[in-house]
Nanobody, 125 residues
Framework: VQLQASGGGLVQAGGSLRLSCAVS????????IAWFRQAPGKEREGIAC????????VYSDSVKGRFTLARDTTKNTVYLQTNRLEPEDTAVYSC???????????????????WGEGTQVTVSS
């Protein structure tokens, strides 16, 4: 399984970015694709996840209402639309994949064996 995140950049506070996670080699059913982010000096944080069987989504409290997931099965890509960005959203954003676990654990980094390289998001004040 290979994943590649892209779409990061520099944006002013209040702005938006659409991040993409291109996935290949994912052959198992009911998979979960999750987004994580890690700011300098902080732990990696799970922020959003989409489950393939039913397109159920889970968001962390820190991004709920501002970030939205979407999946394009024809392109094997998961998108994270980030709106109303804040300087606190500055981080390296990565995507990860694995079999879907319990809903309560979908944002736990320990649930994912497959990770892609991250993309930097920088939000200026």
């Amino acid at each position: 399984v290979q994943l590649q995140a892209s779409g990061g950049g520099l944006v002013q506070a209040g702005g938006s970015l659409r991040l993409s996670c291109a996935v290949s080699g994912l052959t198992f059913g009911n998979s979960a694709i999750a987004w994580f982010r890690q700011a300098p000096g902080k732990e990696r944080e799970g922020i959003a996840c989409i489950v393939s069987d039913n397109d159920d989504t889970v968001y962390s409290d820190s991004v709920k209402g501002r970030f939205t997931l979407a999946r394009d099965t024809t392109k094997n890509t998961v998108y994270l639309q980030t709106n109303r960005l804040e300087p606190e959203d500055t981080a390296v954003y990565s995507c990860a994949a694995d079999h879907a676990s319990l809903t309560s654990r979908l944002l736990y980094r320990s649930e994912y064996d497959y990770w892609g390289e991250g993309t930097q998001v920088t939000v200026s004040s």
